[in-house]
């Protein structure tokens, strides 16, 4: 199994799986040790090879690309884990951000795992983490949920669930759902629960709306929805 010198490594070792943050908007985030990796290993495999082609394009990388996403991740996972198994050093990225983190990579994960082939973190930049961080909502706990089933029925039963949770919730969501999503937060939680929604983090038009949710609301519904956004409800009795 990997060991704090592989850790600690910036060449690739055989036989091992390297779960690679990338940029959610700022390319300069990429770290270090993440280039190195991505670099030189024996094959990369991403959510869109148009995504992460470019990328390692605009550092000066070319490695070998496959596609690894939610349509063929079962099938894939297993035929990836074969090839570490043979000795090949594999990065999995997604397009944005931390792999398995509601994007593709947890049956890679769990196909390595299953087969006790060492799995190696280089971590990085992950948008739910940066905006509980710069949110101003209690960071002591929180609950991330990803996104939820596009249903007002299904996200108000979450809502109504959660109504009284100790901690911060929080969840990924659209630009096509997320005026709808916000009109649901101040009908089922009420107009003074304490949200964040944030888009574009790391990014030239990076936006944080927080405060009362009918206000945060209203100021959404006045600029651009254009984006991916990250949605952050605080608990109860929670006052900014």
């Not at 055989?14 to 024996?42: E, M, Q």
Request: aromatic share 6%; net charge neutral; hydrophobic share 45%.
């Amino acid at each position: 199994m990997a060991d704090s010198a592989t850790n600690a490594s910036l060449t690739p070792q055989p036989g091992h799986l390297y779960v690679v943050a990338t940029p959610i908007g700022n390319l300069a985030d990429l770290t270090d040790r993440a280039r190195a990796l991505l670099g030189a290993v024996d094959l990369v495999a991403c959510e869109d090879t148009r995504t992460t082609g470019s990328m390692l394009t605009r550092l000066g990388l070319h490695r070998p690309l496959i596609a690894y996403h939610d349509h063929n991740e079962a099938d894939v996972a297993e035929k990836l884990a074969d090839q570490i198994a043979a000795g090949k050093s594999v990065a999995v990225v997604s397009d944005a951000g931390t792999p398995a983190i509601s994007d593709p990579g947890f049956r890679l994960v769990r196909a390595c795992r299953r087969r006790n082939l060492p799995v190696v973190p280089v971590p990085g930049a992950c948008a739910v983490a940066a905006v509980l961080s710069a949110s101003g909502l209690p960071t002591n706990g929180f609950l991330f949920a990803g996104f939820l089933i596009s249903k007002t029925s299904a996200r108000t039963a979450f809502l109504e669930k959660y109504r009284d949770f100790e901690f911060t919730l929080a969840l990924y969501e659209s630009c096509h759902r997320i005026d709808k999503f916000a009109e649901e937060i101040v009908a089922t939680l009420g107009p003074d629960r304490v949200v964040c929604i944030a888009k574009e983090v790391t990014k030239l038009h990076e936006t944080f709306h927080v405060g009362r949710a009918a206000d945060v609301r209203d100021r959404l519904l006045k600029g651009s929805r254009k984006g991916e956004f990250v949605v952050l409800i605080a608990p109860s009795d929670f006052v900014l």
